[in-house]
C-alpha cells in the first residue's frame, strides 16, 4: 500500500533580483489603487502639518534676532500666539489623519484577507493535497496582519518625511547652499548601509513568516487532533514541535531586529557626522565674522531638521522591506491559478444530464507538488490504467476491490476533482472537461466515506446540499434519510448545533445527515463511498434502507463494501492496482472464480460486508 506523498517542505529562499523587488513594490502599490482618495487627503493633511512645522525654526529664528537680541516685548506675544495655532493646528489635523491611514489599512486588509480566501476556495483540489492547512492560514493571518501594519503605518509618513526632507533641504539650501553641500558630502555613505541593511531586513522577514507559517501546521494539526494527541500522550511532543518552529521563527526574528535596531542609528550617526562638519565650518565662519550666530544657528536647526526624517526614512525602509516579504507570500498564493482558470475558454453549461456515464481508457497519476524534483515523479505509479466502463441513466454499478485499488479516486475524477492524463471521462456523451466544472458538480452528490459536518445547527449542515430549500424540503430529506429518529431526541431538534466535526453524533447519523444533504441536492448522479467498520448492525440497516431510498431513480456509482449494495448493483467493477480486472453481475463473477469470489467467500465469515480490511 503506498502512503500518499505529502508536498516536500518548501523553502523558497531564492534572492530577489531587483526587478522583481520592484515588481511586487508595484504591486503592493497597486492594492492601495482603491483608496487614493482617503490617502491623498491624509496625504495633503499631512503636507499641511509638516509645513506647520516647518515654520517653527522661522519663529526661533524671530526670537533670536527680533525678540531677544531687539528686547521686542510685543512680538513675543505675537509669536507665542502662533506658535499656539500651529500646535492645535496640527493636534486637529493629525487626528482626521490618523484616523484616515488606519482605516485604509484596516479595509485593505479586510480586502485581502477576502481575496485570498475566495482565490483559496478556488484552488483545484491538488492543490490541498500539497499544502498543508495550517502554513496557509498563517498566509491569510500573519502576512495579511504584517503587511497591513508595515504599510500603512508607513506610506504615509513616507510620502510626509520626503516632504519634510525636501522642504528642510530646499530651506537649507537658500540660507546656506554651500553648507548645505558639505553636509551632504556622507549621504552615500547612508544610502549604502540601508542598501545592505535592507537586504537583510526583507530576507530575515521573509525566514519570521516561513516559521510562523510552518509553526501554524502543528499549531492546526495538533489542536485539530486533540483526541489523538491525549490517546498517545503527545502532549509534550506536540509542545516540542510547535517551540521548535516557532524559534526558526524567533532566530530570523532577532536577527532582523539586530538589522533594525543598527539601521536607525547608524543613519542618524552618519547624519549628524554631516552636521558636525557644519557646525566645525560655520563655527569658523562665525568667528572670522562672516556669519551671524543667529543665522548659524537657525541653520543647524535645519540641519537637525533634516536629520530626523533621514532617521526616520531609514525606519520606514526598513518595514517596508518587511512588508515586500509578506506581500511576496501573499502574491505567491494569488499568482496560483485557480479551477476556473483551467477552463481554457469561457465554456458551456453542461445541460440537464439523463445521467449515461463513460470512462474511455482513463489514466491518471496523483499530481506532485511542483516544488519537488522530478525523480519523484517518475517514482509515482499510475493509479489508474485504461480504465473503460459505462454506466446507463438509472443504473447501480458498483465499484470493488482492496484498499487503494483506486475506487474512491474514480468518484474524484468524475467530479473533475483532479485532471486526468489520458482517455476521456463524458456525461450523456459531452467530454466532462468541455463544460463549466460548476455545472458538471451541481448535477452530483458524493457521500464520503467520512461525511464532514461543519460546526453548525443539523438544519444547516443539510442545507448544504441546496442552500434555497424550504424547511418543508429539509424535513423530508431528512426523514427519507432515516435521520428523524435521532434528532428527535437531540435537545434542539435540528437546531442543534453539532460540534467543529461533528462529534457529538456516532458515525452512523453523521452518514445519515449526509444523505440528507445529497437528497436535498437532489442530483442526477449519485456518488457513495460507502462507510464500512464504523457502522453497528442498527445503523447499518438505517443506512441502508436510507441510501436505498437514495439511489431510486438516478445513476449511482457505488463503492461497494456491502454484500446488499453488491449484489443488488447492475453492475460490478473489481478493481485492482488500478485497472479493472473482472466486471459484470453478481452472480457471472461468482463463476468467473477470480479475484470477486475470493473477497466474496473471505467476507462470507463476516457475513454483511466485506472484510473491511481488504476494501
Ligand atoms: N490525494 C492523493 N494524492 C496522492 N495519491 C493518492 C491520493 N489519494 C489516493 N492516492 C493513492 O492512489 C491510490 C488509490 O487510492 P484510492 O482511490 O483512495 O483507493 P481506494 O479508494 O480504492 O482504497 C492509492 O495508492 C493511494 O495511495
Ligand atoms: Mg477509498
Redesign the pocket.
Known amino acids: 500500500?503506498?502512503?500518499?506523498?505529502s508536498a516536500p517542505e518548501a523553502r523558497p529562499k531564492k534572492p530577489q533580483s531587483a526587478g522583481q523587488v520592484r515588481l511586487s513594490a508595484w504591486r503592493v502599490l497597486r492594492l492601495l489603487r482603491p483608496y487614493a482618495w482617503q490617502l491623498m487627503i491624509a496625504g495633503c493633511l499631512l503636507i499641511i502639518t509638516n509645513a506647520l512645522g516647518l515654520a517653527f525654526p522661522l519663529v526661533i529664528r524671530t526670537l533670536l534676532n527680533t525678540v531677544l537680541v531687539q528686547r521686542n516685548a510685543r512680538e513675543l506675544n505675537q509669536l507665542i500666539g502662533v506658535l499656539a495655532i500651529i500646535f492645535v493646528a496640527q493636534a486637529l489635523i493629525g487626528t482626521g489623519q490618523g484616523y484616515l491611514v488606519t482605516s485604509v489599512g484596516e479595509r485593505l486588509s479586510f480586502g485581502l484577507r477576502s481575496d485570498l480566501f475566495r482565490h483559496l476556495q478556488g484552488m483545484p483540489l491538488s492543490f490541498f493535497?500539497q499544502r498543508r492547512t495550517g502554513e496557509l492560514m498563517s498566509r491569510v493571518t500573519n502576512d495579511v496582519s504584517l503587511l497591513q501594519t508595515s504599510l500603512t503605518g508607513n506610506v504615509l509618513p513616507l510620502a510626509s518625511e520626503i516632504v519634510v526632507l525636501a522642504g528642510s533641504v530646499i530651506i537649507t539650501l537658500t540660507i546656506n547652499w554651500r553648507f548645505t553641500l558639505l553636509a551632504m558630502v556622507v549621504a552615500p555613505a547612508a544610502g549604502l548601509a540601508a542598501s545592505l541593511l535592507g537586504r537583510r531586513i526583507r530576507s530575515t522577514t521573509r525566514g519570521v513568516q516561513e516559521g510562523l507559517g510552518d509553526a501554524g501546521i502543528v499549531l492546526e494539526e495538533a489542536l485539530a487532533a486533540p483526541r489523538v494527541v491525549k490517546a498517545f500522550s503527545r502532549e509534550d511532543y506536540e509542545v516540542g514541535r510547535f517551540d521548535q518552529r516557532m524559534r526558526q521563527s524567533l532566530v530570523h526574528a532577532l536577527r532582523r531586529a539586530s538589522a533594525q535596531a543598527v539601521l536607525g542609528p547608524l543613519s542618524g550617526l552618519i547624519a549628524f557626522s554631516g552636521v558636525t562638519l557644519v557646525i566645525w565650518f560655520g563655527g569658523q565662519e562665525v568667528v572670522a565674522g562672516r556669519l551671524t550666530a543667529g543665522d548659524l544657528i537657525a541653520f543647524i536647526f535645519y540641519m537637525v531638521l533634516v536629520v530626523g526624517p533621514l532617521i526616520s526614512l531609514s525606519n520606514i525602509y526598513s518595514q517596508i522591506q518587511a512588508a515586500l516579504a509578506a506581500s511576496e507570500r501573499i502574491f505567491e498564493l494569488l499568482d496560483l491559478p485557480t479551477e476556473a482558470a483551467l477552463d481554457h475558454s469561457p465554456l458551456a453549461k453542461l445541460p440537464d444530464a439523463s445521467g449515461q456515464l463513460t470512462f474511455e481508457h482513463v489514466s491518471f497519476t496523483?499530481p506532485v507538488a511542483p516544488a519537488s524534483t522530478g525523480a519523484q515523479a517518475i517514482l509515482r505509479?499510475r493509479?489508474l490504467r485504461d480504465v473503460s466502463f459505462e454506466v446507463l441513466p438509472g443504473q447501480v454499478v458498483a465499484l470493488v476491490?482492496p484498499?487503494?485499488?483506486?475506487?474512491?479516486?474514480?468518484l474524484s475524477l468524475l467530479l473533475r476533482l483532479y485532471e486526468i492524463d489520458g482517455g476521456a471521462i463524458k456525461l450523456d456523451g459531452i467530454d466532462i472537461r468541455g463544460v463549466q466544472v460548476k455545472s458538471l458538480r451541481e448535477q452530483m452528490a458524493l457521500v464520503p466515506q467520512e461525511p464532514v459536518l461543519f460546526g453548525d445547527s443539523i438544519a444547516e449542515n443539510v442545507r448544504y446540499g441546496r442552500l434555497d430549500a424550504t424547511d418543508d424540503e429539509l424535513y423530508r430529506a431528512v426523514a427519507a434519510a432515516n435521520a428523524l429518529v435521532f434528532i428527535e431526541d437531540l435537545p434542539l431538534g435540528m437546531e442543534t448545533v453539532v460540534g467543529e466535526r461533528g462529534v457529538k453524533l456516532s458515525a452512523g447519523q453523521r452518514q445519515r445527515i449526509a444523505i440528507a444533504r445529497a437528497l436535498l441536492h437532489n442530483p442526477r448522479i449519485l456518488l457513495l463511498d460507502e462507510a464500512t467498520a464504523s457502522l453497528d448492525n442498527e445503523s447499518e440497516a438505517l443506512v441502508q434502507d436510507a441510501l436505498t431510498r437514495l439511489m431510486q431513480g438516478r445513476t449511482t456509482l457505488v463503492?461497494a463494501h456491502r454484500l446488499t449494495t453488491v449484489e443488488r448493483a447492475d453492475q460490478i467493477l473489481v478493481?485492482d492496482q488500478?485497472h479493472i480486472v473482472e466486471r459484470g453481475t453478481h452472480g457471472e463473477l461468482m463463476e468467473l472464480d477470480g479475484l470477486y469470489r475470493r473477497l466474496y467467500t473471505r467476507s462470507f465469515e463476516d457475513p454483511g460486508t466485506i472484510t473491511p480490511s481488504l476494501v
Open positions: 500500500m503506498m502512503e500518499p506523498v493535497d496523483y505509479p493509479v476491490g484498499s487503494g485499488a483506486g475506487k474512491t479516486t474514480i463503492v478493481l488500478g
